[in-house]
């Protein structure tokens, strides 16, 4: 039964353990409750909020609005030789997918293996990491649109996909929720193992030929050796984006900068590691009253126990200008900013 709850703490919905409140709040299991929702006075003219788990994410100030947590669950797969098809549920906790199809032999996903977050927010964040964006694997998926109440179903070209970005970040913002999520993967794996330190990775363990249970092993590791866990304290993972710019800007930057981490990007762009950028300048490890980056990665912004969300926000801004004083590059937040 859909129970609309108000004045509720927002602490254990968000990975940054940021204690704000929100007016209102309600979570969702199917569709029919998204419609039923939408059919309460409560919703008419009121600020919304859509969450999964609620970890990309800083709550800088109380929510005056109506949190809607989106709990729909369920995988369903549909096998037709090498081609495989993956629907789950928007509410579906990331890694736990990740982890079904590693088990069930579906490859495609296993770099993106522990992405905090929810299968409904994968398309619109576009997640990525090491070598693989969602957009690679994405088939297509459904959404409720709040304004007709109805269901809709948005193909690749429909999304719109850029590097962390999708029409729903943009043009729709807003305006629909996504409900599930299929996904186009192989029996056969092509696996990816040139990014970052997977193939350094694989070696340790003795491994030349790596299946993606092996892949995702090697990613799960990495991270974990890289990014603290939001259960023990609070952060939302990488907090800025890793800047693309043009060679031009590059040529600029490597000229004073020659061991510079970047890669080259399919657009003929060059994209920057912004970790490095941030450590450059002094920043891993740094503690600022309860905020600070992470002692192993500065690209993740954490909160020591009773930081605020301005706090948090603050502290990004003394590395923004920081970078921007250092290397002529702007860097911009990845998680969104209430």
Same mark, same amino acid.
């Given at each position: 039964m859909l129970q609309i709850q108000e004045n509720i703490s927002l602490r254990p919905y968000n990975t940054f353990a940021i204690d704000v409140k929100a007016a209102f709040f309600v979570e969702i299991f199917n569709e029919v409750d998204l419609k039923t929702l939408f059919e309460n006075e409560i919703t008419k003219n009121q600020k919304l909020l859509i969450i999964g788990g609620g970890s990309n994410v800083l709550f800088t100030e109380d929510y005056n609005g109506l949190v809607i947590k989106i709990s729909i669950k369920g995988i369903e797969s549909e096998v037709d030789g090498n081609d495989i098809k993956v629907t789950a549920g928007a509410g579906v906790v990331w890694n736990d997918f990740v982890n079904y199809c590693v088990a069930h032999n579906f490859a495609g996903v296993e770099n993106l293996s522990l992405i905090p977050g929810t299968v409904g927010a994968s398309p619109i964040q576009n997640i990525g990491a090491y070598g693989v964006e969602l957009k690679?694997?994405?088939?297509?998926?459904?959404?409720?649109?709040? &304004?007709?109440?109805?269901? &809709?179903?948005?193909?690749?070209?429909?999304?719109?996909?850029?590097?962390?970005?999708?029409?729903?970040k943009g043009l729709l913002k807003g305006q629909f929720i996504i409900t599930t999520v299929t996904f186009s993967l192989k029996a056969e794996a092509d696996v990816n193992t040139s990014y970052g330190a997977i193939e350094i990775e694989l070696q340790k363990r003795g491994i030349k030929n790596p299946g993606i249970a092996d892949v995702s092993a090697a990613v799960s590791h990495i991270r974990v050796s890289k990014l603290p866990d939001p259960s023990t304290i609070g952060n939302a993972g990488s907090f800025f984006k890793n800047p693309v710019i043009e060679k031009f800007e590059f040529a600029d930057v490597v000229a004073k900068h020659p061991d510079v981490v970047h890669y080259a990007t399919a657009d003929d762009r060059i994209k920057l590691a912004a970790g490095w950028l941030i450590e450059q300048c002094g920043w891993k490890g740094k503690v600022e009253g309860q905020t600070g980056t992470w002692k192993n990665q500065a690209l993740v912004l954490v909160n020591h126990g009773s930081a605020s969300g301005k706090e948090v926000y603050d502290f990004s801004e003394l590395i923004i200008d920081s970078v921007k004083s250092a290397f002529g590059v702007t860097l911009e937040r990845e998680v969104n900013i209430l």
């Open positions: 690679d694997v994405f088939e297509s998926c459904t959404a409720f649109e709040i &304004k007709t109440g109805e269901i &809709k179903t948005f193909s690749y070209n429909d999304c719109h996909f850029g590097y962390r970005e999708s029409i729903f």
